[in-house]
């Protein structure tokens, strides 16, 4: 049986009827419902009608003699509904198996390979739709954030071209939603920006994060600057497969400079004005200094200040704070101007950052790299922490004595942790998806040893007695990743919902209706380690299983109660019963009952031990240290 409790409905085609009703024969007794066509074609209209929406899976085998072949039908099939396919076949060409492999990766079976392959490629095709389920809400959530941020957020892949671009990035382009992607950026660029561009994709295929500026020119011919943060991308293989790139359109903050240095008057006023916070400088005491450093110490001026922290020190002291507007005030925290510092040199806190991003700038006005800009974080007079964005230029016409120099300082706290929250959000995805892959697989191997230790017991038993048994272990653990799909998270899952929907779900299954069992529950709401929830979830299905099945024979009713709780350090599971209680001599260590070795087993894997009390009644306590987060 699945591992769904729904019944499940398959769709076999099949050309050859006797085949067709044998595998038909066969799948009905595992508890699938079977439709059996003999053609593709039927397979397609089946699928169109009113079955379509009933079945969860199709059988498709690949040689049909008459009409369409079975990989064709799947084609038709998938274009219009999402439903695994898996292939049966005689044929083991590698041309056939790849070709089946294109159109869908639910699994191939070879004919003669009989039922129990059969069975378990059925059950891994449901595993793996389900999977698929989960990785595509995952996206979902994942590509909602991203749409909704204001920054502009593409992938390119090696060449530059646009793999995926959300809305602000159409904005930033002046595109339609959905008219970037497939698009090459030299589209976009003139020969100028070309060669930044190849500058910039040189630098990530080395390995390396690449910050720059440049302009693009939109389809109506407008131009736009855009600020450009990219990391390179890598492959399995570890080789460059392109960037994920976050821009921001500056063109307004661009012209906004321009402004200024174009009427002197007009900066005045822009000055106190401004949205950004600005800080005048004069430094022209400040250079003389610097070309005297120069000459004496050669072209290793920025070595020499890497190595005389303390140089870059006097260097602030030289440097002052002339004056600063509304926004800059509001910002540090100061009433007034004459609340800030004559120099420089009271900002510099000396750790290792700040002194970099010092020496970055000195380097930068030195060297006429300007505009500069950089990112960092800062203590302002209030003692609040906060990210700055500064950029530094010369006002035109003191480009010789640096006796005004300009620093607009934005506060981008918020946008940094909203890139945070990009990154953190794109490292869950992936850590979802491997951890998704990882425990899928284990609790696969898990079921296949469960179903392995009840053939082993099969022999005299009643088959359907230990299928349901089978089925309930199955259930317990697919209950888990129910839900964890509704929580969205991996390490931790509540104990009061899943415990309680466990045991509504096994009384339910082995209700008998000539009893008067009633079955209570005292379970406290905690969060349970995900690693020990499947153990944890076994042993509750064995214990209570076994009271329902053993503790009132001929018809007679009882109480069975559940207690999950934690008790000093420890998570303590007890299942008690006021039944007939174990046989008299009964040692349940050493018995062959596989449900009492199974909780013995889980038990000591989880650290734990199991006491068993047989008076009126049968009471079995489970206690397990509680794992820390």
């Given amino acids: 049986m699945t591992a769904d409790s729904v019944p499940k409905t398959l769709l076999l085609v099949e050309d050859e009827a006797i085949i067709g009703m044998a595998e038909t024969i066969a799948l009905s007794k595992e508890g699938y419902t079977v439709i059996h066509v003999l053609s593709g074609e039927e397979a397609i209209a089946a699928m169109a009608g009113e079955l379509g929406p009933?079945?969860?899976?199709?059988?498709?085998?690949?040689?049909?003699?008459?009409?369409?072949?079975?990989?064709?039908?799947?084609?038709?099939?998938?274009?219009?509904?999402?439903?695994?396919?898996?292939?049966?076949?005689?044929?083991?060409?590698?041309?056939?198996?790849?070709?089946?492999?294109?159109?869908?990766?639910?699994?191939?079976?070879?004919?003669?390979?009989?039922?129990?392959?059969?069975?378990?490629?059925?059950?891994?095709?449901?595993?793996?739709?389900?999977?698929?389920?989960?990785?595509?809400?995952?996206?979902?959530?994942?590509?909602?954030?991203?749409?909704?941020?204001?920054?502009?957020?593409?992938?390119?892949?090696?060449?530059?071209?646009?793999?995926?671009?959300?809305a602000a990035a159409h904005e930033a382009f002046g595109l339609q939603a959905g008219n970037l992607e497939g698009r090459s950026l030299a589209e976009f660029i003139d020969e100028r920006n070309a060669e930044i561009t190849v500058r910039q994709?040189?630098?990530?295929?080395?390995?390396?994060?690449?910050?720059?500026?440049?302009?693009?020119?939109?389809?109506?011919?407008?131009?736009?600057?855009?600020?450009?943060?990219?990391?390179?991308?890598?492959?399995?293989?570890?080789?460059?497969?392109?960037?994920?790139?976050?821009?921001?359109?500056?063109?307004?903050?661009?012209?906004?400079?321009?402004?200024?240095?174009?009427?002197?008057?007009?900066?005045?006023?822009l000055f106190e004005d401004s949205s950004n916070a600005i800080l005048e400088e004069d430094l022209s005491e400040l250079r003389p200094h610097l070309d005297g450093l120069a000459k004496a110490v050669g072209p290793g001026l920025d070595a020499y200040f890497a190595e005389r922290p303390d140089?870059?020190?006097?260097?602030?002291?030289?440097?002052?704070?002339?004056?600063?507007?509304?926004?800059?005030?509001?910002?540090?925290?100061?009433?007034?101007?004459?609340?800030?510092?004559?120099?420089?040199?009271?900002?510099?806190?000396?750790?290792?950052?700040?002194?970099?991003?010092?020496?970055?700038?000195?380097?930068?006005?030195?060297?006429?790299?300007?505009?500069?800009?950089?990112?960092?974080?800062?203590?302002l007079l209030s003692r609040e922490m906060k990210w700055i964005r500064l950029r530094m230029s010369i006002v035109p016409g003191h480009e010789a004595d640096w006796s005004r120099v300009l620093l607009s300082i934005m506060d981008v706290t918020e946008q940094k942790e909203a890139e945070r929250a990009l990154e953190k959000a794109v490292g869950e995805k992936d850590f979802l998806m491997r951890e998704l892959q990882h425990r899928v697989k284990n609790n696969l191997t898990l079921v296949s040893s469960l179903l392995s230790l009840?053939?082993?017991?099969?022999?005299?038993?009643?088959?359907?007695?230990?299928?349901?048994?089978?089925?309930?272990?199955?259930?317990?653990?697919?209950?888990?990743?129910?839900?964890?799909?509704?929580?969205?998270?991996?390490?931790?899952?509540?104990?009061?919902?899943?415990?309680?929907?466990?045991?509504?779900?096994?009384?339910?299954?082995?209700?008998?209706?000539?009893?008067?069992?009633?079955v209570s529950t005292a379970i406290e709401d905690f969060d349970l380690d995900i690693k020990a929830c499947v153990p944890i979830g076994l042993i509750i299905n064995e214990l209570l299983s076994n009271a329902l099945k053993y503790a009132f024979p001929s018809g007679r009713g009882g109480e069975i109660a559940v207690e999950l709780r934690r008790v000093e350090g420890a998570i303590l599971l007890r299942v008690r019963d006021d039944g007939v209680g174990l046989p008299a001599g009964f040692d349940?260590?050493?018995?062959?009952?596989?449900?009492?070795?199974?909780?013995?087993?889980?038990?000591?894997?989880?650290?734990?031990?199991?006491?068993?009390?047989?008076?009126?009644?049968?009471?079995?306590?489970?206690?397990?240290?509680?794992a820390r987060p």
């Fill in 201 to 269: 994709t040189a630098i990530r295929r080395r390995g390396e994060k690449s910050e720059f500026e440049q302009e693009i020119i939109r389809p109506d011919g407008t131009r736009r600057k855009i600020r450009v943060r990219a990391s390179p991308q890598y492959d399995h293989e570890r080789r460059f497969a392109g960037s994920f790139v976050v821009l921001y359109d500056i063109t307004e903050e661009e012209r906004e400079h321009e402004r200024l240095r174009r009427s002197e008057a007009r900066y005045r006023s």
């Fill in 588 to 626: 349940w260590k050493a018995g062959k009952s596989l449900g009492l070795q199974l909780v013995s087993m889980l038990s000591s894997q989880l650290g734990g031990t199991v006491a068993v009390e047989s008076r009126e009644g049968l009471s079995v306590t489970v206690s397990i240290p509680e």
């Fill in 54 to 166: 009933k079945v969860d899976l199709i059988l498709m085998d690949i040689d049909l003699r008459e009409g369409i072949d079975g990989p064709r039908a799947a084609m038709e099939i998938l274009r219009r509904r999402d439903v695994p396919v898996v292939f049966l076949s005689s044929h083991t060409e590698k041309a056939i198996v790849a070709e089946t492999e294109e159109i869908t990766n639910y699994g191939y079976i070879l004919k003669n390979s009989g039922d129990t392959v059969l069975f378990a490629s059925i059950r891994m095709a449901f595993k793996l739709h389900q999977a698929h389920a989960l990785i595509e809400q995952s996206e979902e959530r994942f590509r909602d954030l991203i749409e909704n941020t204001h920054e502009g957020v593409c992938i390119m892949d090696a060449d530059d071209r646009f793999v995926f671009a959300n």
């Fill in 311 to 379: 140089e870059l020190v006097r260097c602030t002291e030289l440097i002052k704070i002339v004056r600063a507007n509304r926004e800059y005030l509001r910002m540090v925290g100061a009433a007034s101007e004459g609340d800030l510092p004559a120099t420089l040199e009271p900002y510099i806190n000396r750790s290792p950052d700040s002194m970099l991003g010092l020496r970055e700038e000195i380097m930068a006005i030195f060297e006429g790299r300007l505009p500069f800009e950089r990112d960092f974080s800062n203590e």
């Fill in 454 to 518: 009840d053939s082993e017991r099969s022999e005299g038993l009643d088959a359907r007695q230990v299928l349901m048994d089978a089925q309930m272990r199955i259930q317990s653990i697919a209950l888990i990743y129910d839900f964890l799909s509704r929580s969205g998270g991996v390490e931790r899952l509540g104990s009061g919902d899943y415990a309680k929907d466990l045991v509504r779900l096994l009384s339910a299954n082995y209700e008998d209706g000539g009893r008067d069992i009633r």
